[in-house]
């Protein structure tokens, strides 16, 4: 009875989820390390943006909390330890294939990429949002039609459009589909992956706003991917910044924003434009990056 309090108790402190030593690396050369040494934690109820241009191993981190790694990469080391509500600390690398299965969707939920390619063409949206209401929570007929109208509401899109296709909604609508699919079970914890792509900036406010709103009606944990630091600035509680596979510095939002002190991050504020359009631009110099001594990870980094 001793080790079920203090294990509740545990669970109740823990975050909701929390990567430790995380390795990746293609199976044929398990030395080149894709993801090196990850660790970060994702608090109940706030947003952690992982942050780094293309390359740096940030959907990658994303597909191994998922379990969802190509069959060409293996996780060489670390835990992912998701609190669950219900069983307490599960390190979700050691579940097999069916576990991962029933948390995925349920628990823990993702959003793709691109939403056209993510999307089932040959599908209704409405049967697609469908899909994890019956495979874990067991709806059928009228009350899942009910639910499907209902979140398709929730996400700005008329319940009608539930028999729709794919290509018959707009970049936008795409998206929301996408979350309206994400959140049909009420997952603890929601992982973004650039949900915002190759959106217009009317659009990418609006689904911001939307998830935002999403996070805190419902309480979850959310891990936000992206390379765009206006969109840290509008969402993050905390930030992640990595590197070519590692996290380079790590913080609340104002420090990392207000106080970078890695200069890697320091390089990528200097690429964002400022609103008056006076600041001037400067592309990313790694050779200086690998001269500053600032950050010892920096030059090891990039002399890998």
Known sequence: MTVDLQTKQLANTAPLLQLEHVSISPKKTPSRLLVNDVSFAIEVGKT???VGESGSGKSLTALAIMGL???????????????DAD???????TLDAESLRKLRGDKIAMIFQEPMTSLNPVLTVGYQIGESLTTHLGFKGERLKNKIASLLEMVGIPPGRANSYPDELSGGQRQRVMIAMSIACEPSLLIADEPTTALDVTV???ILKLLSDLKTRMNMGMLFITHDFGVVADIADNVVVMFRGQIVES????????????PYTKALLACVPDAEGEKMLKPIDYAWLAGEQTGAVAAEVIHE
């Not at 790694?69 to 609190?83: D, I, P, R, Y």
């Not at 913080?251 to 890695?262: A, I, K």
Request: net charge positive.
């Open 204 to 206: 990418q406010a609006q």
């Open 48 to 50: 952690t943006c992982v």
């Open 87 to 93: 069983k307490g600390i599960v390190d979700l690398t």
């Open 69 to 83: 790694l190509s069959k060409q990469l293996q996780l060489n080391s670390g835990k992912v330890l998701f609190n």
């Open 251 to 262: 913080g609340t939002r104002e420090q990392v924003l207000s106080n970078p002190q890695h």
